[in-house]
């Protein structure tokens, strides 16, 4: 059979692969049409294809661009029965035949888009193209966005057909706002997809977002395991994926600039991360707050049967008057307050109570004596349930709020926390973000919130908590201040739907068939489903305020050394000594200490003074952190021990004496 | 291999539905088809009445039943067949019927187990008597640019009855797409050597049944070239047996060698049953004694392309699958 080849309006030689059909029963309509190929086409779901019309329209002639969304093939068998008599109920009879039955390969496909637009019309017949990079741009409208003076694409990855290879852009306006903003992610575990992707997606914002529109920075809460602990340690990649990163033109190398925040652990002086590599310690930061940090967010850690009307009152009370203020009361006698770590709180609570206990008072200030207990029991725990957090010396180390980079990570590893920490501290960073994004003084105009396993922070069902309260209002006024929330979750239908509802973008990994059958799926088509329910790793479907239809793309493998590899090659430090542990801290300052030198400075002193003097040095950065850090400790005084008065001496016997003893 | 491009149809739009718009243009208050009506040789009768023929045995003394031991080799590199279609696009006053009708024949060549268009011809035509159409309507339907087939010198056209200028309409139309058929075959027959299974006889065109290349499967036994005892051997044959080759000829086509062949086994009452009868050219006198290795390796061929079966044509028992192929297009493209 001779190749027909005909001129596209485009004016290069191209061949048609298909052509459109329709008929009464499966007839085309202004966003469905209906095409046939040949059986080595290289036509699949997810295609982009480009159909030219025969009859103008208004002078025009139609062009459409559609996306495959569902194949059929079939051969001109009435029934499968008729094959079995065929070949007398012998399947190995039918490799005896001589021909191959007439077969088609009809495909479905959704229209991307019309040119011209009006009148909007049914696709009308004919020809049928793979899209070139061109149509990819145009029937995808990203010609919008990538030409004229202020182009704002973000390569998302690449779309691959049919020897087409065209990199696929996200609007930068509508994935970091202001008309539309926030991602999602959604994909079954395992695979590596969700955090892969999002891993390449913010390496691609940090290469492509434009200038003009100011900067931007993440910061990404690692909620389990060494996933992001690695951001910025090289990876290996494959040739395929250099080409990737070369089409979409984004440098295949980890993050220049991270940094790393993490609690200790209960001990108070070993970090609790799996980046406690000495080698890698440069980065990291530890995370700790002290009262006044925590109480902000008391309704974070206590639940509404903690804090009823009575408490609230309290607690108010607490943070309004007693808290970093001196504090006096008829009830205390003459002693002075200043409250500024849990340890003085507890002080003071065991005060009160004791004073009300002594004069037999049932209340004090309205409050009556069991809401005291309470509200101290709760506090008081507060410390304990979020040690290595919340110290009770109320020192403080924090994101740098303020004076946030361009272009920078900022990763707060809080996988190995328990859950109310975490919470505490998502509500907070966030908070913080937003009050500083609102002033104007973050240091950076954008900043992309990552969070994981978003159905467990916002699920669709389950009790209202402060943290989905949160993410809720983050995700719907969020954009105007330029806070932008990545999300990742297993179940997107888990999620709740005001949530995900307000992601303008959405990406879709592998799923699981049980999630693709629940009914936020129900507009895909059952051939689109399938494919999701088996995409190969680096494949991602894409949706976007763009995008008339989902798209499938290809993106690279992320060039950054994977968690399980950090973790192998930077093994998490074994806990140590409190000596070992301040070392390790502060020769991230200074890299001539000594443990010697250490030991000497820290001598006998006590563990919460030894830890605190750490923090502060560490919080001041001090150029001599020798001397900063012995200031900090209080001086040993050293005991003179008085010299014995000499006692008169026993008169001995002279040595001539024979009756001496 | 050079493809040849299908044939370039009438100029002007000679299809029914341009033919019913013509027709009402130039007769708007007329009765014209509507396109629903049924085709014309649905309705009309099978005019050849059954019969039985002697025939000459050319390959053993009487007739008898043949076992094709090989196995079946699949050797066709082509399949021909034909179609027609007519409607009555109008009725003159006098019930002259005047006729559209499509003659087709198509190739489809055997490429890597799947068939492919050779060659198509689609022909459409209006079949009429042209002392009974009014001279103007003639004329204007002739400066159309359509093309007129006078039927009034066919068997019948000229008589009074419109079934009998119906039917010679029909008649004048199948000649046209037997012409079809022979212009396909006989073009085969000179640029290849390679075998062409073609749908019904070959002795209507010399060049093609003299052609090694040409071989014609018959499904239709309204004449059966046997009598007596040889037609019972024929309706004995079972799957994978012929018969002994005999000689077809008559005063007006060209003498061609001739078999049967059970493709299937015979089921219910049907004596026919999955019974074709086979033609190829007629053997040399020199070459009359290896006729029989010639049937044999022809029904090898043919028995190869009873699968995939034919479902679900009616005939699909008789019917080989490369010629279903061609209705099909045939039906497309008509």
Same mark, same amino acid.
């Given at each position: ?45 997810? #295609? ?91 029937? $995808? ?44 992610? &959604? ?10 992707? *999002? ?88 995370? #700790? ?82 809401? *005291? ?34 272009? #920078? ?64 209002? =983050? ?5 105007? $201040? ?22 303008? &973008? ?41 995008? &008339? ?8 493998? %992320? ?18 000594? =409190? ?21 000497? !400075?820290?001598? *006998? ?30 001086? *040993?005084?050293?005991?003179?021990? %008085? ?5 008169? !001496?026993?008169?001995?016997?002279? &040595? ?6 | ?12 739009? !000679? ?27 649905? =309705?009309?009768?099978? #005019? ?12 053993? %003394? ?12 699949? @050797? ?7 179609? @027609? ?49 009014? !001279? ?58 390679? %075998? ?66 059970? =493709? ?71």
């Amino acid at each position: 059979m001779t190749e027909m080849r005909d001129v596209g309006l485009t004016g290069a030689a191209v061949a048609p692969l298909g052509r459109v059909v329709a008929t009464e029963r499966k007839p085309n309509t202004p966003h469905e049409f209906h095409f046939w190929t040949a059986l080595d086409s290289p036509v699949g779901i997810g #295609t982009i294809v480009r159909v030219e019309g025969d009859q103008p329209v208004n002078g025009q002639i139609p062009q459409i661009y559609g996306i495959v969304v569902e194949g059929f093939s079939y051969t001109d068998l009435a029934t499968p029965l008729h094959d079995v008599l065929g070949h007398d109920g012998t399947p190995g009879g039918a490799s005896l035949a001589a021909t191959h039955r007439a077969e088609i390969r009809l495909y479905t496909a959704a229209v991307l888009r019309q040119m011209p637009e009006e009148p909007l019309q049914p696709v009308p017949m004919g020809r049928v193209y793979l899209a070139t990079d061109d149509d990819v741009w145009v029937a $995808l409208r990203m010609d919008g966005y990538l030409k004229g003076e202020n182009p704002t694409g973000i390569p998302v990855g690449v779309y691959r057909a049919g020897g087409t290879d065209a990199p696929i852009y996200l609007d930068a306006d509508f994935l970091i706002g202001p008309e539309a903003a926030h991602l999602n992610i &959604t994909g079954v575990s395992g695979l590596a997809t969700k955090t892969s992707a *999002i891993e390449w997606i913010l390496a691609s914002i940090f290469a492509h977002f434009p200038e003009k529109k100011g900067s931007v920075a993440a910061v990404c809460f690692n909620v389990k395991g060494p996933d992001l602990c690695f951001l910025d340690q090289p990876g290996q990649i494959d040739e395929a994926d250099k080409s990737l990163y070369e089409k979409c033109g984004v440098p295949a190398e980890p993050f220049e600039h991270v940094q790393y925040f993490a609690p200790y652990k209960p001990d108070g002086f070993s970090l609790n991360t799996l980046r406690s590599n000495e080698q890698l310690l440069g980065n990291v930061s530890s995370l #700790t707050w002290g009262l006044r940090e925590v109480l902000q967010y008391a309704e974070v850690l206590l639940n509404k049967d903690d804090v009823d009307a009575k408490a609230d009152a309290l607690i108010d009370f607490i943070r309004e008057r007693i808290v970093d203020r001196d504090f006096t009361d008829q009830l205390l006698g003459n002693k002075s307050y200043r409250v500024r770590s849990f340890a003085d709180l507890e002080e003071w609570f065991r005060d009160v109570l004791s004073a009300m206990e002594n004069k037999g008072n049932e209340g004090w200030r309205t409050h009556h004596v069991a809401t *005291i207990r309470k509200v101290r029991n709760r506090l008081s725990n507060i410390s304990t349930r979020c040690a290595g957090l919340v110290t009770d010396d109320g020192g403080v180390s924090d994101l740098p709020f303020g004076s946030f980079q361009d272009r #920078t990570v900022y990763v707060i590893d809080v996988a190995s926390l328990e859950e109310d920490a975490q919470d505490l501290i998502f509500a907070r960073v966030v908070t913080k973000l937003r009050e500083h994004l609102e002033k104007r003084d973050l240091g950076v105009n954008h900043v992309i919130v990552f969070v994981d396993e978003l159905n467990k922070y916002a699920p669709t069902d389950g009790q209202d908590t402060y943290v989905r309260k949160m993410l809720l209002d =983050l995700a719907e006024r969020g954009r105007y $201040l330029g806070l932008v929330l990545f999300s990742a979750q297993q179940f997107r239908s888990q999620v709740h739907r005001r949530v995900v509802g307000n992601s303008g &973008t959405a990406l879709y990994g592998r799923m699981d068939a049980d999630e693709l059958a629940t009914p936020g799926y129900a507009v895909l088509s059952p051939a689109v489903k399938i494919k999701l329910a088996t995409l190969e790793k680096g494949q991602l479907m894409v949706r976007h305020p763009h995008f &008339t239809q989902p798209i499938f793309v290809r993106f690279p493998r %992320p060039a950054i050394m994977r968690g399980r590899d950090g973790a192998e090659q930077y093994p998490q430090a074994v806990d140590v000594e =409190l000596d070992a542990a301040v070392l390790r801290s502060l020769r991230t300052l200074d890299p001539s200490l000594t443990l010697g030198w250490v030991r000497e !400075a820290i001598g *006998i002193r006590e563990d919460e003074e030894v830890i605190r003097a750490r923090n502060a040095t560490l919080r001041e950065r001090p150029a001599d952190v020798k001397k900063f850090f012995q200031s900090q400790l209080r001086p *040993i005084a050293v005991q003179h021990t %008085p010299a014995r008065p000499m006692a008169p !001496a026993i008169r001995s016997a002279p &040595t001539d004496d024979p009756y001496g003893f | 291999m050079s493809a040849i491009q299908p044939s370039s149809p009438t100029q002007a739009d !000679a299809s029914f539905r341009a033919a019913v718009r013509l027709l009402a243009s130039l007769m708007p208050e007329a009765a014209i088809a509507t396109g629903s009506e049924p085709p014309l040789e649905t =309705l009309a009768q099978a #005019t050849e009445p059954p019969r039985t023929v002697g025939a000459i045995i050319l390959e053993d %003394p009487a007739m008898r039943a043949h076992r094709v031991f090989e196995p079946p080799v699949a @050797q066709f590199a082509a399949f021909l067949d034909g179609t @027609q279609a007519s409607r009555t696009l109008y009725s003159c006053d006098d019930g002259t019927p005047i006729v559209h009708g499509t003659a087709a024949a198509v190739i489809r060549e055997r490429r890597n187990m799947r068939l492919y268009t050779r060659r198509h011809i689609v022909a459409h035509r209006i079949y009429a008597n042209r002392r009974r159409v009014p !001279a103007w309507l003639w004329t204007r339907l002739a400066e159309s640019g359509m093309e007129l087939r006078d039927t009034a010198e066919d068997d019948g056209g000229d008589g009074p009855h419109p079934f009998a200028a119906r039917d010679a309409a029909i008649h004048r139309l199948q000649r046209d797409r037997e012409h079809a058929e022979h212009t396909l075959a006989e073009d085969w027959c000179r640029r290849e050597d390679r %075998p062409l299974l073609i749908d019904g006889g070959i002795s209507g065109v010399e060049p093609v049944a003299r052609s090694s290349c040409a071989v014609g499967v018959i499904k239709s036994h309204r004449t059966l070239y046997a009598e007596g005892d040889a037609l019972v051997t024929i309706f004995a044959l079972r799957r994978g047996e012929r018969s002994s080759v005999f000689r077809v000829a008559s005063d007006w086509r060209t003498p061609v060698a001739s078999w049967y062949l059970r =493709l299937r086994d015979r089921a219910g009452t049907d004596p026919m049953w999955g019974l074709v009868r086979v033609e190829v050219a007629h053997p040399d006198r020199a070459g009359e004694h290896t006729i029989g290795a010639r049937a044999d390796e022809v029904s090898r061929w043919i028995l190869a392309e009873a699968t995939p079966v034919s479902l679900p044509d009616a005939r699909w028992d008789k019917m080989v699958y490369g010629v279903r192929d061609c209705e099909e297009f045939l039906r497309a493209v008509i």
